[in-house]
């Protein structure tokens, strides 16, 4: 009834805030921070277009190095949440029913409504030189002295892995959920033992919610600023810190333009990559 | 592995513990934020000097409560002030587009669509860092022709509130698209039968259907606002939501006044969760 060839005036009334708020705030600053990044400063206030910028991070191996990191370690968070959330998922969502599932999804997803910093900030009152697992250490007799377990990089992978657990259980509970039971029972009544059920029946199954799961991960952790700064310290050598140094504490905006682009396209490979992988497409993954 | 294939009693005993365990590390970071804030010492740490409400209520130094904290009352007033301008305007596009995706057709629809998913794939800071970069190249620009300085656009509340919005408008979008995909349009059909025009069958009928979806959006757009940090970080002027005085103060090191606040904002973000958990299982039954 509505499908006409010409769009309405109605339909282009609806369209101006999507475009606005597309074009002005997404679109085009992303184009000018591209630009930026291909500008190099000559002299003062004289710019050529060049790759310069995008060339000092080659040429600068700490640059490289804590890009190479930080894409590490996010890919080694990644793995640690999918193996911490992948059978806490499977219980709730497989082998509890009716109430006590509700309560225990709703109890996954309650500390995720409190602010990243303040998470944070827990894991460092618990982990601190006179926090409450040195002193509890103390007192069970397990250590003479204080120990300082901030600041290392096993510190920010437990903070990570923390932050991120949201997004892996979510996505692998609604994959896990949609299997029918009479798939597993199957599975053992012909001959299947648990792991063989698991490896052919139930893995495949969840395979685009360990997929979708991994990629938000991903993309969280190599995007993470806060986590990174409070717990690693001054060392921990993320990506993002760079970015932020450029920006704001060296004011070289074209270096930090092309590090951000330089972090965005990793990113969007990931996603691209791990969509492919999987077979599915933006739009089904999030909507 | 499901409760009809017979389990040893030592397997289930390991899994459930695994997930008591797990439920255990799940809580235990924001449970000793809540108890220190209780404790009457210089230190958000052990050993435990005894109980009290200095850190929320008392107007002196050194134990100078939050509500009395001058800087942190005015961090959670500058963040109520983003928040509020964030939900009003994301909400408001958000429901113009779930119309506009669920309703309408128009050229490049689906390429439009994947346009506005992508704002949750982009790193927050990569946000920031690209609005901080063009709102200057436009006041530059402007100031250049015009030789107009639009000062509202430097570094400062006006960014930060356009930053958040740029990626909380995709959340809100989706929320309320999925609720519209269910609504039963011949509803719609029949106010215009009985002579309706569209906008008032709209009114009427659609938006207040859409209402639970509406206010779940609203929610979840208000909080992410008041917690986001990256974004607004790099956007941030003179005027510090809360996230940033906290981020600053902490980097300081922390006084149990830290843990006072974290406390009030657990408080609210457990009430607001609960009320949009509630309000989508009422969706959920319609």
């Not at chain 1, 805030?17 to 000559?42: C, G, Q, R, T, Y």
């Not at chain 1, 991960?217 to 717990?231: A, D, E």
């Not at chain 2, 506009?100 to 998913?117: A, C, D, G, I, T």
Request: charge should be neutral; proline fraction near 5%.
């Amino acid at each position: 009834m509505r499908n006409m060839n010409a769009p309405k005036l109605g339909v282009i009334l609806l369209m101006a805030p999507l475009m606005i708020w597309l074009f002005a705030l997404i679109i085009l600053p992303h184009v000018d921070m591209f630009l930026l990044s291909i500008s190099e400063k000559i002299a003062p206030r004289v710019y050529e277009t060049g790759f310069a910028n995008y060339g000092e991070f080659f040429a600068e191996p700490l640059y490289w190095n804590t890009f190479a990191r930080t894409a590490i370690m996010s890919i080694f968070t990644t793995i640690v949440t999918l193996v911490i959330a992948f059978p806490v998922s499977y219980y709730i969502a497989k082998m509890l029913r009716g109430r006590m599932k509700a309560i225990l999804f709703v109890l996954c997803l309650l500390p995720f409504w409190v602010s990243e910093l303040v998470r944070t900030f827990g894991w460092m009152i618990l982990l601190r030189e006179t926090g409450i697992v040195s002193t509890f250490l103390q007192w069970a007799g397990l250590a003479d002295q204080p120990i300082e377990m901030l600041y290392t990089d096993a510190t920010i992978v437990v903070g990570l892995v923390y932050t991120s657990m949201l997004f892996m259980v979510v996505p692998l509970v609604t994959t896990l959920e949609s299997l029918d039971d009479s798939y597993i029972e199957a599975g053992y009544d012909l001959g299947g033992n648990g792991f063989t059920v698991m490896r052919e029946i139930v893995i495949p199954h969840a395979m685009p919610g360990i997929v979708s799961g991994c990629i938000v991960v991903f993309m969280l952790s190599l995007g993470n600023y806060l986590t990174p700064i409070l717990l690693g310290g001054k060392e921990s050598l993320w990506f993002t810190e760079q970015i932020y140094a450029q920006f704001i504490t060296r004011f070289n905006w074209e270096q930090g333009a092309a590090f951000g682009f330089l972090l965005l396209i990793l990113s969007s490979l990931i996603v691209w990559g791990g969509l492919k992988l999987s077979r599915q497409t933006l739009s089904e993954t999030m909507g | 592995m499901i409760p009809s294939i017979p389990q040893s009693r030592a397997f289930k005993g390991v899994y459930a513990a695994y997930i008591s365990v797990f439920f255990v590390y799940l809580l235990i970071p924001l449970l000793v934020v809540a108890v220190f804030a209780f404790n009457d010492s210089m230190f958000p740490s052990l050993p435990w000097k005894g109980f009290t409400f200095d850190w929320f209520f008392s107007s002196t130094e050194p134990k100078l409560g939050i509500f009395h904290d001058s800087t942190i009352m005015e961090g959670i007033g500058v963040s109520l002030f983003v928040a509020f301008w964030v939900t009003v305007l994301s909400v408001f596009v958000g429901t113009c587009n779930a119309f506009l995706f669920e309703r309408n057709n128009f050229p490049f629809k689906n390429f439009f669509y994947v346009l506005m998913l992508l704002p949750l794939v982009i790193p927050g800071i990569i946000l920031g860092i690209s609005m901080l970069v063009f709102s200057n190249t436009f006041v530059n620009g402007v100031e250049n022709v015009f030789n107009v300085e639009m000062e509202f656009l430097r570094p400062g509340l006006v960014l930060v509130i356009m930053g958040q919005f740029s990626f909380i408008t995709t959340i809100s979008t989706l929320v309320i698209s999925a609720r519209l995909r269910k609504f039963d349009i011949s509803l719609e059909e029949a106010a215009l039968n009985l002579g309706a025009s569209h906008l008032t069958a709209v009114r009427t009928i659609t938006l207040p259907y859409l209402k639970p979806a509406l206010f779940g959006a609203g929610i979840v757009a208000f909080l992410m606002s008041f917690e986001n940090f990256n974004t607004t970080l790099m956007l941030v002027g003179s005027d510090a939501p809360l996230t940033i005085t906290m981020f600053d103060r902490l980097k300081e090191g922390s006084t149990p006044a830290l843990n006072a606040v974290s406390l009030l904002l657990m408080v609210v973000s457990a009430i607001l969760a609960i009320g949009s958990i509630f309000l989508q299982r009422e969706k959920g039954q319609k």
